[in-house]
């Protein structure tokens, strides 16, 4: 709503106006974000065009498929997540925790220990109701949801080979990088392979098998790659891009598949099937915590990061 101040008119923009924009934001469908913020689709329809006629910017283009952010939208809710984001830890740091729903998101490459963290911080909350959410996804899209605030916290790995240009978008996004582990990179391979028998593999070894990796969408150069040794794409003579994890595995065991990560491995949440071997180089991976340099954390990142920190440290690469 607006008021006039002589010939002056200011916006009175509310928080739960920011929410209803970001709840559309995020499900791209304003049925599903009436239900998420429970209120009627007619009410959420008025509230998003009301808020967008004190901004004086279309925040969504609407089509008879749904609704998609717009240009000018997208920089709107990143300063919207950093708003509500605000709010909340006023809420916590003057209101104190009264029990009630609770927001956190974090986005990360595919490790075990990421999620482990993220199961430890939804057994600490122990609350009635909340609402988070962890993101298995691609490396760029990593930086970009905590840079526009859709996360919190960012897990990806940092080396040698990608460090110029991946520290040089941290940088540009205004994130900081912070080193939880460097590890030497190891082989994910299933019990069943016949590289199992090896205590070393050597990267020869590798050939006639396929190579499993991580399909970076449009950032499909090896600065983004999850896999730290994307050299070897180009000597190997079998290799097959996925989107998630279990597929990964399934090929691990189905095809005699390797990939190239850490070596830390959660049986709980991998099975027994799949082993890490260590690989015959040199090179190193540095996994580590992406947050937003001018945010303060919430209480749920700060939990959050202090378990990631402890899977990481105390994870053993068998």
């Known amino acids: 709503m607006a008021k006039k101040y002589g010939m002056v008119y ?13 709840a559309v934001a995020d499900t791209k469908n304003i049925t599903e974000a009436s239900k998420k913020v429970f209120i009627s ?15 004086g910017i279309s925040i969504f283009s609407r089509t008879n498929r749904g ?3 717009t240009n000018e939208g997208d920089e709107f809710l990143s300063y919207a997540r950093q708003v509500l984001e605000q709010a909340e830890l006023l809420e916590e740091r003057y209101k104190g925790d009264a029990g009630g729903s609770t927001i956190f998101s974090v986005s990360c490459q595919h490790y075990s220990f990421a999620v482990n963290a993220f199961v430890d911080l939804i057994r600490e909350r122990e609350a009635d109701e909340y609402d988070f959410t962890i993101r298995e996804t691609q490396t760029h899209e990593i930086i970009e949801d905590v840079a526009k605030l859709k996360s919190e916290v960012g897990v990806i790995y940092k080396s040698s080979k990608n460090d110029d240009v991946i520290s040089k978008l941290i940088k540009k996004s205004n994130l900081s990088f912070t080193p939880i582990i460097t590890a030497a990179l190891h082989v994910f391979i299933s019990d069943r392979n016949p590289l199992a028998k090896k205590d ?9 098998y396929p190579y499993l990796t991580y399909e970076q969408g449009d950032f499909n150069s090896f600065y983004f790659a999850e896999e730290p040794l994307t050299e070897i794409d180009f000597d190997c003579r079998k290799s097959i891009k996925v989107r998630d994890r279990a597929t990964l595995f399934n090929l691990l065991i189905g095809l005699d598949g390797y990939t190239i990560c850490t070596g830390i491995i959660s049986h709980e949440l991998n099975g027994e099937n799949i082993i890490s071997r260590p690989l015959a180089t040199d090179d190193k991976m540095t996994v580590g915590y992406l947050t937003r340099k001018d945010v303060a954390l919430s209480r749920y990142a700060k939990s959050y990061i202090a378990f990631l920190e402890r899977h990481a440290s105390s994870s053993s690469t068998k």
Do not use: H
């Open 10 to 22: 200011i916006s009175f923009m509310t928080l739960q106006q920011l929410k209803y924009a970001v």
């Open 200 to 208: 070393l593999i050597e990267l020869e070894d590798l050939l006639p």
């Open 67 to 69: 609704v998609s952010v």
């Open 41 to 55: 689709q007619p009410s959420l329809t008025a509230a998003i065009r009301e808020l967008e006629g004190e901004m």
